[in-house]
């Protein structure tokens, strides 16, 4: 099985800063990585599928790099709305979750 | 535009047995995978079973293999998980997911809550 290890587990950070999650497989995954945004009581929401394309709807600031077995997901200028959990998924070989990153208010 | 919206959690005891339904529409329901995904309370993202567009395909994480049946029908758009043999461990919220042409999974509905307690 397809291990997924994300860092940091929780970020703070504050409105207009620069921020990167990391997300690492256990094996090659090529570029069948996902992004996903979930805001409490609610469901996932793709941001960001094969490695870094932007799924359609997701603002710009939102970008996806990476490929083999480390991505990121960087978000250039954080807004009010971004406060939540993302996750990274890999679907190289069946599907695997990261952890999850909380990125909160600072 | 695209829905799914499921429904059937609830409580039930140890060793019970659930079924969820996942209504899909604005979408051509039979030419899609589908998925599930559960989110134990306060836990993360895990994939649970997903079935081919025609539905002759199933797979499975290996907690739920046995006990779990992923079914589908497309004259109705609506996606089925027949849940047997039900764990405390099983609780969560279980989301029904679309698969979208590159596997991930591009549409969610809103989660449905199973809780297994006696």
């Known amino acids: 099985d397809i291990q997924m290890t994300q860092s940091p587990s929780t970020l703070s950070a504050s409105v207009g800063d620069r921020v990167t999650i990391t997300c690492r497989a256990s094996?090659?995954?090529?570029?069948?990585l996902a992004w996903y945004q979930q805001k409490p009581g609610k469901a996932p929401k793709l941001l960001i599928y094969?490695?870094?394309s932007l799924q359609s709807g997701v603002p710009s600031r939102f970008s996806g790099s990476g490929s083999g077995t480390e991505f990121t997901l960087t978000i250039s200028s954080l807004q009010p709305d971004d406060f939540a959990t993302y996750y990274c998924?890999?679907?190289?070989?069946?599907?695997?979750f990261g952890q999850g990153t909380k990125v909160e208010i600072k | 535009e695209v829905q799914l919206l499921e429904s059937g959690g609830g409580l039930v005891h140890p060793g019970g047995s659930l079924r969820l339904s996942c209504a899909a529409s604005?979408?051509?329901?039979?030419?899609?995978?589908m998925t599930w995904v559960r989110q134990a309370p306060g836990k993360g993202l895990e994939w649970v079973s997903a079935?081919?567009?025609?539905?002759?395909?199933?797979y499975y994480t290996d907690s739920v293999k046995g006990r779990f049946t992923i079914s589908r029908d497309n004259s109705k758009n609506t996606l089925y998980l027949h849940m047997n043999s039900l764990r405390a461990e099983d609780t969560a919220v279980y989301f029904c997911?679309?698969?979208?042409?590159?596997?991930?999974?591009?549409?969610w509905g809103q989660g449905t809550l199973v809780t297994v307690s006696s």
């Open positions: 997911a679309r698969e979208s042409d590159y596997s991930d999974f591009d549409w």
């Open positions: 604005g979408f051509t329901f039979s030419t899609y995978s």
């Open positions: 079935i081919s567009n025609s539905g002759t395909s199933t």
């Open positions: 094996q090659s995954i090529s570029y069948w």
């Open positions: 094969k490695a870094s």
């Open positions: 998924q890999q679907y190289n070989s069946y599907w695997t």
